[in-house]
């Protein structure tokens, strides 16, 4: 065939492929599960989450959702197989669970974000603080960052860094959910005691990314995509670094600076 001839040629009309009747053990999608965690034996919230590094995931959870200070008023984590999913158990002292017994959710959060459930939208923002202000990361330093979480991206999971002053990778979280991703950096940070310079994650910023970011007294977010003009202006009002990494192609520095 000539040239001239492929470039005229037309081409196929668009089809389906058919695959309802495959296993589902071969799927390519990454697993999902209900992850439920609760303070002693108060139920909190139910996440929809990816069944890896459980306890980093509920320790970044309960300190992001304001349940606990320090990984230290975790005694005990116990995760247990139940009927759907995994069970996961902090065990507290009896007044840290008789506190935030409130906050319990009775419906399961089915975006896997830690906002899904709350009755008062308020709640949403209890508890920030605005950080001290501290320069954002070098943008050479999130360069760096940028290559190796786009050079480390697995197929249909989010990925969060935990970044040092020069971009050096602290702290990795993946999961199905942004948020998760996030508090499975954040729950390791809080077990080495090593707070990361900057957290950078593979989505949109939300809300839930800031309030958690700002929780964890981390003074710059990047995410590669674009934020949601609340989570910039609560970003501003807690003078957090919040950077639009528009793919890896420009760095937008959206709110903070010294």
């Not at 009775?106 to 975006?111: E, G, M």
């Amino acid at each position: 065939m000539s040239l001239a001839e492929s470039l005229v040629r037309p081409k196929p009309e668009p089809s389906y492929e058919f695959a309802q009747k495959r296993q589902l053990r071969d799927l390519e999608g990454p697993p999902e599960l209900p992850l439920s965690l609760s303070l002693n034996d108060t139920a909190m919230v139910t996440l929809l989450a990816t069944p890896h590094e459980v306890e980093p995931l509920a320790l970044g959870h309960a300190f992001t959702a304001g349940w606990i200070d320090r990984a230290v008023d975790v005694l005990d984590l116990r995760i247990k197989r139940n009927c759907s999913g995994l069970g996961v158990e902090l065990v507290v002292a009896a007044d840290i669970a008789a506190r935030h017994a409130s906050q319990a959710r009775n419906q399961a959060s089915v975006s896997s974000c830690g906002a899904c459930g709350v009755g008062d939208p308020a709640q949403l923002t209890t508890g920030l603080e605005a950080l001290p202000g501290e320069n954002p990361l070098p943008a050479a330093a999130l360069m760096r960052g940028i290559a190796t979480l786009q050079g480390e991206a697995v197929q249909g999971l989010h990925s969060a860094l935990g970044l040092d002053e020069h971009g050096n990778v602290l702290q990795r979280g993946s999961d199905i959910g942004r948020h998760n991703a996030l508090d499975r950096v954040i729950g390791k940070s809080l077990r080495r005691n090593m707070r990361p310079a900057a957290v950078l994650v593979s989505s949109r910023c939300s809300l839930e990314l800031v309030q958690k970011t700002v929780r964890a007294g981390i003074p710059t977010l990047a995410t590669l995509s674009l934020p949601s003009p609340l989570a910039v202006s609560t970003a501003r009002a807690c003078s957090l670094n919040l950077v639009c990494c528009h793919r890896g192609q420009r760095l937008e520095l959206l709110s903070g600076g010294v």
